[in-house]
T-cell receptor
Framework: AQSVAQPEDQVNVAEGNPLTVKCTYS??????LFWYVQYPNRGLQFLLK??????LVKGSYGFEAEFNKSQTSFHLKKPSALVSDSALYFC??????????????FGSGTRLQVQP | DAGVIQSPRHEVTEMGQEVTLRCKPI?????LFWYRQTMMRGLELLIY????????DSGMPEDRFSAKMPNASFSTLKIQPSEPRDSAVYFC??????????????FGNGTRLTVT
């Protein structure tokens, strides 16, 4: 089975401060990992993904994420938060090799609130 | 590119009625996914198609739910009969993946279904 845990329902950060949204995963073998963002009344939008190679992945809007295999984590980060980053963030995982052809499994989401 | 188009955006119906949700994926995409989002259960995969063929429907909650993809540019999700617990936002997503399972999903803006 594959699963994702986002331990924080909400993260609050002041504008200009660095932000981290946490994600841990469980999967057999190596993972494909993704971050998506959801704004109110909209569908999810892709931010970035890890497939293989460099553990630090850079994505849209200045976001980046670090893959840590030993800690089975893929935390989302940004050096300086903007009020416009306030949204719901989802981590997702899939095993690279899955004979059952399962699709992505999403976490429960973390609401990021950036205060001016 | 108009993105993934879902209709209607909002649907309010009475318990027992048939509901049909529609999705037009991005042209050329080979995978189509139906997800359901609720506060209690988060984002759940209902079913996905590859080249119009259903691959995994294990997430379809009951026989009341059915999905079809008669051609590459159209899919429907039908609930018959509908129940209040079906109230949720239903998302359609598509991707151009070619079996790698690591391509980003492109989501529509969803259909908010309310069953009274």
């Amino acid at each position: 089975a594959q699963s994702v845990a986002q331990p924080e329902d909400q993260v609050n950060v002041a504008e200009g401060n660095p932000l981290t949204v946490k994600c841990t995963y469980s999967v057999s073998g190596n993972p494909y990992l993704f971050w998506y963002v959801q704004y109110p009344n909209r569908g999810l939008q892709f931010l970035l993904k890890y497939i293989t190679g460099d553990n630090l992945v850079k994505g849209s809007y200045g976001f980046e994420a670090e893959f840590n295999k030993s800690q089975t984590s893929f935390h989302l980060k940004k050096p300086s938060a903007l009020v416009s980053d306030s949204a719901l963030y989802f981590c997702a995982v899939r095993a690279t090799l899955d004979t059952g052809r399962r699709a992505l499994t999403f976490g429960s989401g973390t609401r990021l609130q950036v205060q001016p | 590119d108009a993105g993934v188009i879902q209709s209607p955006r909002h649907e309010v119906t009475e318990m027992g009625q048939e509901v049909t949700l529609r999705c037009k994926p991005i042209s050329g995409h080979d995978y189509l996914f139906w997800y359901r989002q609720t506060m209690m259960r988060g984002l759940e995969l209902l079913i996905y198609f590859n080249n119009n063929v259903p691959i995994d429907d294990s997430g379809m909650p009951e026989d009341r739910f059915s999905a079809k993809m008669p051609n590459a540019s159209f899919s429907t999700l039908k609930i018959q009969p509908s129940e209040p617990r079906d109230s949720a936002v239903y998302f359609c997503a598509s991707s151009l993946d070619r079996g790698t399972y690591n391509s980003p999903l492109h989501f529509g803006n969803g259909t908010r279904l309310t069953v009274t």
